[in-house]
Each structure stands twice: as C-alpha cells, then as structure tokens.
C-alpha cells in the first residue's frame, strides 16, 4: 500500500513539473533557446496568483473557486512577460553561441529572483485553499483535495496547449518555425512573432503551473532554480521538444522522486534524478518520445 | 551581346522591375547596381557563377536580404524592403534552393502552410484540393510526412505549395539542384505549364543551358553585377557567354 501512496503522490506532483517542463519543452524545440530563467516564470505565476487572491480577499485565503479564478490571471500575466522577454531580450541572442544564450537567459534568471526579493521579500507564503475536507480516501490512497486540483489543473494546461499546436493555426505556424523556420518566413509567418508568442505560451504555462504549485508549496523569489532543473531532465527524458514526451517525463520524475523519498531519503531524490538522466544520455539519448537535440516542438 | 542588348527600357510590358539596386545582408554587400526586367507572362533566367549573388538578388526581391539602394517594383508598385507576407498577398511566390519543406509535417499539411497568409483556413483548404488535381501525385501522398519523400516529391511539394496563392510571379531558386534527371525534365516541364497557364516565373539556375533554353530572356550575373542581357537563344548562343559561363 504504500508503494501505491508514493506512486499516487508521485502523479500528483509529477503533473506540475510536466506542465513547467513542457513550457521549457517548447521554447528548446521552437525558439532553440535553454531558457535558464524558466523556473522564474513558475515564481512569478505563484505570486500572481498569491495577489490577485490576496488583493480579492484581503488576504491568501481562497475558497475552490476563487483559487482557480486566479490561474487564468497568472496564466495572462505571464504570457506578457514571456512575450516581451523573447520580442526585446532573448531575440537578439536567437543564432548566436549557445554560451552566450545560457548567460543571457541565466542573468534574467539572477535579475528576476533580485526584482522578486525586492518587491516580495524573501518570506516564504502560500495559498491556502479551504475545503471542508482536505483530503479524499480512494480505496485506502489519500488523495489531497488541493493537490487532486493541482493534477488536473497541470494536465489540463498540458492538454489545452498540445490541443493548440495541433488545431490551431498559430499552434501550426509554431510547429513550422520550429522544423524549419526559413521556409516559415517563406509561406508568410513572421517568425519573430511567433517566437515570442512561443515565449509567451511558455512562460503562461509554467506561470499558470506556479499559480498551482503557489496553493501546495510555500513559493519565494529563490524558488525558480529548482523548476529549471527538473525541467532540464523532464525534457531529456521525454524528448527535445516533444510536449507529450514532457508530459510522460513529468509524471515519471515526479514518482521517482517521491518512490525515492519514501523508500531511501528525500536527499536523494536530485541525486537519483541525475542518475537517470545520465543513464538515458548514454542508453537512449533521443529521449523516451524525442527526435533528439533540435527536435521539432509537437 | 552586352549589358545594352537588352535593357530595361526595351520591355512592353514590365511585371517585376530592379532599378539600380544594391543588396547584402547587414553591413555585406552581395549585388551591385543590378538592373533587371522581367515582362508579364515571361520566363526569365538568371545564370552565373557560384557566389555572384544570384540567390541574394532573388532574397532582396522577397525582402529576405536587405536593399541598401534603388528600387524593386512589382506591377509598378515599389515594393522595395516589403515584408514576404505583404508580396505574397500581392501575388508574389518564391522557392528556395534549400529543401523548404516542413519535414514533421504531411503533405497536406505543408500544402495548407503555403496558404498561411489567407485570413480563413477554408481557402486554404479549397486552393489544395485544386492543387492535387494538378498534381495528383502530391495528392495520392497527401498524409504522409513531408520529411520521408524522395528529393523530386520534395521538389514538386514546394512548387505546388508555392502555387496556394496564384502568384502572378513566382521566383524560383535552382529547380533542378539535386533531382536525378528524369525528374529534371518533369520539374522544367511544369514550369513551362505553368507559364503558359500566364505565371511570370524569374530562375535561378545553376544548369545554364536548360535555364535559359526555356527562358525568354536571359542574365548573367557575376561577382554581383549583370555582365550580359539577352534573350535565351541570344545568350545560348554567345560566343563570350558561352566560354565563360556555359562551359563551351
């Protein structure tokens, strides 16, 4: 039984890092970008939604329905960000070294966390959401009712933006830049728009996966650091690109990590992480669903 | 034969027009001074050694290089610098020398990316349907991955997919590059099908002698100038174009 408790909280918070890691998913394929300040953009999506709450209610304390109201306004906010990150930042280091795309990205990554210490103080907070149970009893598994929520919210975002590259005709223009993106200026998109739309929708998701992790965990501007990792290995593991792949590699990071702290120590949960992206690296290095380095963004 | 054989001046019926224009990419310059008129309902040549700037001036034509001086006029409307959505909403088409297939993709899927700058998908959807009974092998393997055809399937894609939007020009950079023979022949047929069907097509092409065999009119481009006009036949039949550029 308690095999199947680590294995169900695993999928509980699985879901989240597969949401986060499926904006840093997208941003690799299409704009070939390691974008090192994506964990900024889960921080930034937990506060947006910390004061929208905080502004509504006088205080973080959310009924259901007022929680989940404050998803979509991270999920816009973030999209603003991310848009005018890549339109007037991260564009004109698109094509150049990969070094100097690290550092660029990992400065906005310092320069974010500083504004977020600056304008939220270091303290931690969170969002607490009443539920006159807190918990639900499957067939002996508790399920946390905030983090069932969290799930679905996490897999939802994933679903809706997967739903969007497939049927929608920005999602088609994203997935041209992202397999060729001469012959996507040759048809007619304005791929330096589409890449900061692109950027846009990673940063909503991730932000929107923040407004989530913002009602499970205690969320502070050094928070970031941790999302950007584990999406790095959620990513290699599913696949450059590969939005299912991330999705996939969510869920199974997050079992691992919670079968190791239950079984071993919640200290080796990086470290067993690690492992196993080093071990895919050299077995399997396209990933579980991927094309490999360059991959197209499906 | 000379750069005055044939100028500007002497076409009746001028569709795309470079009036003086000098071209590079950032602070590089690739053509120089470079005139060029191709008449409505042409087919005009452009020949010349690897580096003279061929590709480049088909680029500063589409707004993919930049334009440092003189003018580009489509329909006598200066349309110099222009955006590649704006040309190809004004009816201008252009194919790369590159495979410029979107390889993830399938066939039809790549057929409705030429229709991208259509505001509604249905008309997309409707100029493919078209296409495919053109060209009914692109139809037969519409659902398949763009990235897993052969290299004439590919070709044929890309000048289908440039026909979404019935350009009245179409540009078209070393069609024949890297085809086996027979496909060659078939890709050059479908060029002069469509030029008669009334497509004003401007070529690139690095086989000089079936480029300009099937061309109106002909340009020799070298080190970014245009060293010699003509006709076709005229510079086929070149004594000095021959030795330097047709390998005679």
């Given at each position: ?6 294995v169900?909280?695993?999928?509980l ?22 974008n ?31 929680a ?14 991310g ?58 598994l ?24 497939k ?6 223009a ?125 | ?130 296409l ?19 290299g ?14 019935e ?54 481009l ?7 006009t ?19």
């Amino acid at each position: 039984m308690a095999f199947a408790q680590f294995v169900v909280n695993g999928l509980l918070v699985g879901a989240l890092f597969a949401a986060v890691a499926v904006g840093f998913a997208l941003i690799w394929g299409v704009v070939d970008i390691i974008n090192l300040a994506h964990g900024e953009m889960v921080m930034l999506g937990g506060y947006a939604s910390y004061w929208t709450i905080t502004l509504v209610n006088g205080s973080p304390t959310a009924s259901p329905g007022l929680a989940l109201a404050s998803v979509p306004v991270a999920v816009a906010v973030l999209f603003v960000v991310g848009y005018a990150l890549q339109r007037f930042v991260v564009s004109h280091v698109i094509g150049t070294d990969l070094f100097l795309t690290l550092l660029v990205t990992f400065g906005l990554s310092i320069l974010i966390q500083q504004l977020g210490l600056q304008a939220f103080s270091a303290d931690p907070r969170t969002i607490s959401v009443q539920f006159a149970e807190q918990s639900l009893d499957i067939a002996g598994l508790v399920v946390p009712k905030v983090k069932l929520i969290a799930f679905v919210g996490a897999v939802a975002l994933t679903i809706a933006l997967f739903a969007f590259m497939k049927r929608t005709r920005t999602g088609r223009a994203i997935r041209a830049v992202s397999q060729n993106d001469e012959a996507a200026a040759l048809v007619g998109i304005d791929v330096e728009h589409v890449r900061a739309v692109t950027f846009g929708l990673s940063s909503a998701i991730a932000g929107g996966a923040g407004a989530f992790v913002a009602m499970i965990l205690n969320i502070q501007p050094q928070m970031g650091l941790i999302y950007t990792l584990k999406s790095f290995v959620i990513v290699v593991f599913g696949g450059i690109g590969s939005v299912p792949g991330a999705l996939v590699g969510g869920l199974l990071l997050g079992t691992v990590e919670e079968l190791t702290a239950g079984f071993v120590s919640s200290k080796w949960t990086l470290a067993v992480s690690f492992t196993l992206l080093i071990v895919l690296l050299v077995v399997k290095p396209q990933g579980l669903f991927g094309e490999g380095m360059g991959g197209e963004a499906e | 034969m000379s750069t005055e054989t044939i100028t500007y001046d002497d076409v009746d019926d001028p569709l795309l027009e470079m009036r003086d224009v000098t071209a590079g990419y950032g602070n590089t310059t690739v053509i120089h001074d470079v005139n060029v008129t191709v008449g409505d309902g042409e087919i005009a040549c452009l020949i010349g050694p690897n580096g003279s700037g061929k590709s480049t001036l088909m680029k500063s034509i589409y707004g993919f290089a930049d334009v440092f001086e003189g003018r580009v006029r489509l329909g006598g409307e200066d349309v110099t610098g222009r955006s590649p959505q704006d040309n190809l909403r004004a009816g201008m088409s252009y194919v790369l020398q590159d495979a410029s297939v979107f390889p993830g993709m399938s066939v039809h899927e790549n057929m409705l990316m030429g229709g991208y700058v259509f505001d509604d998908d249905s008309r997309a959807r409707k100029r493919a349907e078209e296409l495919y009974d053109e060209f009914p092998r692109l139809g037969d393997l519409r659902e398949q991955r763009a990235g897993s055809l052969s290299g004439g399937q590919r070709r044929l894609l890309e000048l289908a997919r440039a026909l979404m939007v019935e350009p009245d020009v179409m540009m078209l950079d070393e069609p024949s590059i890297g085809l086996e023979p027979r496909y060659i022949d078939q890709v050059f047929e479908r060029i002069q099908q469509l030029n008669d069907l009334g497509t004003t097509i401007l070529l690139v092409e690095q086989n000089a002698e079936k480029g300009l065999s099937v061309a109106d009119r002909g340009f020799v481009l070298a080190s970014g100038e245009i060293k010699f006009t003509g006709s076709g036949t005229e510079l086929l039949n070149d004594e000095e174009v021959g030795r330097l550029y047709l390998g005679g």
